[in-house]
């Protein structure tokens, strides 16, 4: 309805890896595609695409991708060249760089963000930490 405040996630293209809610997986990951994770992950995930952390799913990992969405746990340090959302029952205890950072209420984020200014602009950003802010 009109004036909704609730945060919408981004539009996703077609999953083609699923982690499902009773898989518990160690290891590397790189993706053309989207990956949404309902179980548990440990190492490294590297996509072209999107990663999905459902509200079950906990991640232990670097992640590097376009867009990242957080509804779960993840540990580790993400490099999102698009938007990460951490969703209301999100958690983040890591580093992020992202172009776009979105954190629904109620969302735990613990850790540095990097901000790109413009997403083809390695060496332009605008650093994030404990609160303060520094350019």
């Known amino acids: 309805?009109?004036?909704?405040?609730?945060?919408?996630?981004?539009?996703?293209?077609?999953?083609?890896?699923?982690?499902?809610?009773?898989?518990?997986?160690?290891?590397?990951?790189?993706?053309?595609?989207?990956?949404?994770?309902?179980?548990?992950?440990?190492?490294?995930?590297?996509?072209?695409?999107?990663?999905?952390?459902?509200?079950?799913?906990?991640?232990s990992a670097q992640i590097i991708a376009r867009n990242v969405i957080i509804s779960g746990m993840v540990k580790g340090n993400i490099n999102a060249s698009g938007r990460l959302e951490l969703m209301p029952n999100g958690k983040l205890y890591g580093d992020i760089r992202a172009n776009a950072l979105i954190i629904g209420e109620g969302a735990v984020f613990k850790g540095a963000s990097d901000m790109l200014e413009n997403?083809?602009?390695?060496?332009?950003?605008?650093?994030?930490?404990?609160?303060?802010?520094?350019?």
């Open 1 to 59: 309805m009109f004036g909704s405040k609730k945060s919408r996630p981004a539009p996703v293209g077609e999953i083609e890896t699923i982690i499902g809610k009773d898989t518990q997986l160690k290891g590397s990951i790189k993706a053309q595609g989207t990956i949404r994770i309902d179980g548990a992950f440990e190492g490294d995930i590297d996509s072209v695409q999107d990663i999905i952390v459902g509200e079950g799913g906990a991640v």
């Open 119 to 135: 997403a083809s602009t390695e060496n332009e950003t605008t650093t994030y930490s404990s609160g303060t802010a520094s350019v």
